[in-house]
């Protein structure tokens, strides 16, 4: 069973940084592209960054380039994302999702979501 | 950036019926090389993670029941659901999987009477 589990969300304040961080399991990690998409409360899907299988390719929203970083430990099948420079409009659930494969950018496994909130 | 427009926003029906949603791009969606369109929708239950329920605008995800329907071309999609169920109470999300930077619609909230 494909598992993706998100770690490191809480309550930040503005201007510092965090780190998140998505173990999967149940499949072979290495082989995968992988997103971060986020969930401002009550709000919409917005895509956040995306990494290839190994890392040579990597793409981020406008919103967040220069301030988060996505990176992955193959070996450790775990996914990451650096935040910093953190601001109130960060504040949201963000969920790790793996791409399909090497054709389609479409996410077919989700986490549960890490909550990130940002506030002074 | 592609633009993604989704409507309605909400609808409300009654098990039995049928849903249609709809999804348009700023920009055509159909790629000239293999003539197939990359739109997808996503299945979101309250308090629950997405769900990828259709990709290249009519491909089902495996275990997708056939009542969701996906349709379309170029830059006007819709996802139809046949004989709604209570189990389909959701928010529902189009994305589109041409290009980065990856864009969703802003959803649509099906309710059920």
């Known amino acids: 069973e494909v598992q993706l589990v998100e770690s490191g969300g809480g309550l930040v304040q503005p201007g510092r940084s965090l780190k998140l961080s998505c173990l999967a399991s149940g499949f072979t990690f290495s082989n995968y592209g992988m997103n971060w998409i986020r969930q401002a409360p009550g709000k919409g899907l917005e895509w956040v960054a995306s990494i290839s299988s190994s890392s040579s390719y990597i793409y981020y929203a406008d919103t967040v380039k220069g301030r988060f970083t996505i990176s992955r430990d193959n070996a450790k099948n775990t996914l990451y994302l650096q935040m910093t420079s953190l601001r109130s409009e960060d504040t949201a659930l963000y969920y790790c999702?793996?791409?399909?494969?090497?054709?389609?950018?479409?996410?077919?496994?989700w986490g549960q979501g890490a909550s990130v909130t940002v506030s002074s | 950036d592609i633009v993604m427009t989704q409507s309605p926003s909400s609808l409300a029906v009654s098990a039995g019926e049928t849903v249609t949603i709809n999804c348009k791009s700023s920009?055509?969606?159909?790629?000239?090389?293999?003539?197939?369109?990359?739109l997808a929708w996503y299945q979101q239950k309250p308090g629950q993670s997405p769900k990828l329920l259709i990709y290249?605008?009519?491909t089902r995800e495996s275990g997708v029941p056939d009542r969701f329907i996906g349709s379309g071309s170029g830059t006007d999609f819709t996802l139809t659901i046949s004989s709604v169920q209570a189990e389909d109470l959701a928010d529902y999300y189009c994305q589109q999987h041409y290009s980065y930077p990856l864009t969703f619609g802003s959803g649509t909230k099906l309710e059920i009477k």
């Open positions: 999702a793996r791409r399909m494969g090497p054709y389609y950018y479409v996410m077919d496994a």
């Open positions: 920009q055509s969606l159909l790629s000239s090389g293999n003539q197939k369109n990359y």
């Open positions: 290249l605008a009519s």
